[in-house]
């Protein structure tokens, strides 16, 4: 199977995008520190943005860049950049103890709908 590779036209490097997943409440450190090392290696990182968790609502966790506050909305808004990662774009789930809570797991099979699979 051929897949086109977008080139970066300054760096003449592959143009790869992705979007993490994983627990903002228990692992938003975690999940900062996998989007630096993807960004310094010239992944482009749709979501999160680099920000921080400013609170909580409903057990869901607030960004200072979130542009809403209802949590339903800031998902749905999180799982459309799925549309916008492309034919090298990949989502990568952050999840250092070995569990998938719901909203995750959720999330794992929206991703796994609109992203190809790669083995």
């Known amino acids: ?3 086109k590779i977008f080139m970066n036209q300054n760096t003449n490097k592959a143009k790869f995008r992705c979007v ?6 228990k692992h938003f450190g975690e999940i900062q520190r996998i989007h630096r090392l993807f960004t310094d290696a010239g992944i482009e990182v749709l979501e999160p943005s680099a920000s921080e968790v400013i ?3 409903d057990g869901f966790a607030m960004l200072s860049t979130d542009t809403e506050t209802d949590s339903r909305m800031i998902e749905l ?6 549309k916008r990662l492309g034919e090298n774009g990949f ?3 952050v999840n250092p103890e070995g569990y998938l809570g719901k ?3 959720y999330e794992l099979g929206i991703a796994r709908r ?3 699979l790669r083995v």
């Open 1 to 3: 199977m051929r897949y």
């Open 20 to 25: 993490l997943h994983g627990s903002f409440r």
């Open 55 to 57: 609170g909580t609502k």
């Open 77 to 82: 808004l999180y799982l459309h950049n799925l």
């Open 91 to 93: 989502s990568y789930f």
């Open 103 to 105: 909203s995750a797991s």
């Open 114 to 116: 609109n992203t190809p």
